[in-house]
């Protein structure tokens, strides 16, 4: 009873408490506002199909996805427990990352968090895996940011205002800006490393699923402000594509959707802010 008091006290603290942003290297990069025309499926056997202009805001992007020493320093500095669970201010007790899946290179040594290397993923600069959707919102909640929306993801995808119409994030050759199933030889890789979209964004196509900040609904970008009261039973958007999927999955308008408390060796995220 007293630990979970005390782990109660301290998400009170840290739902008061405004956290400064961290240094994340200049990483941001400026998306001026505009719109793009989104084609979406009316009826399961996309036989039928609606195109609606989405207007987007000006905001700021990550140029790269949020890595594993990123996210280490956010696990240290909160106090989580050893297991990756924590105690939401907003959600509860929930998993910020699975840390007890064999996989994951996350593990916790001598009081701390600490990277360790693995076959899948060989590098503390590879974007963070086995992370919840629960643990991005609240790596960005302590960084002072936030995950993108659906609407602004695929927008910063496109290329924003500077779009060219490619297929994939900057290219309509896939082996020129993401790591897929057919090239990414089984196993995540560091960021940037790929060649940028049209606003110098690295891995929106493949390298790790990014989650959004949207719940899901089969008719994407509608208002999503008011989040379900029941979250167990609610989905999160998750967009771009992975190294672990083919490359019909990876293009700029491709949707998944899964439970916020459920992780994988290639979900991932990158933050957003606004202007």
Request: charged share 25%.
């Amino acid at each position: 009873m007293m630990r979970l008091l005390l782990k109660l006290l301290i998400g009170l603290l840290l739902l008061s408490f405004s956290f400064p942003e961290k240094d994340l290297k200049n990483e941001f990069v400026f998306v001026e506002g505009g719109s793009f025309v989104l084609k979406d499926f009316t009826d399961e056997s996309e036989k039928y199909w609606t195109e609606n202009e989405v207007k987007v805001e000006s905001f700021y992007i990550s140029k790269f996805e949020v890595t594993h020493k990123q996210y280490i320093e956010f696990l240290n500095s909160i106090g989580c427990d050893n297991t990756g669970v924590f105690l939401d201010p907003e959600f509860g007790e929930v998993d910020y990352i699975l840390i007890q899946d064999h996989d994951c290179p996350v593990a916790y040594k001598n009081g701390k968090f600490v990277f360790e290397a693995n076959e899948f993923i060989p590098s503390a600069n590879c974007p963070v895996v086995m992370v919840t959707w629960f643990g991005a919102n609240a790596y960005c909640n302590w960084a002072g940011v936030r995950l993108p929306s659906e609407k602004e993801w695929e927008f910063a995808a496109r290329g924003g205002v500077r779009t060219k119409g490619y297929l994939y994030s900057g290219s309509d050759s896939i082996d020129e800006v993401a790591w897929y199933v057919d090239n990414a030889e089984e196993k995540v890789h560091a960021v940037g490393l790929k060649k940028p979209n049209e606003l110098g964004i690295y891995d929106m196509s493949g390298n790790v699923w990014e989650w959004c900040s949207d719940w899901y609904f089969e008719n994407k970008h509608i208002d999503k402000a008011d989040r379900p009261k029941n979250f167990s039973d609610t989905d999160n958007v998750l967009r771009g594509g992975s190294w672990f999927v083919h490359k019909h999955f990876c293009t700029n308008d491709f949707r998944l959707s899964y439970s916020p408390k459920y992780a994988s060796l290639n979900y991932g995220f990158r933050v957003a802010k606004d202007k």
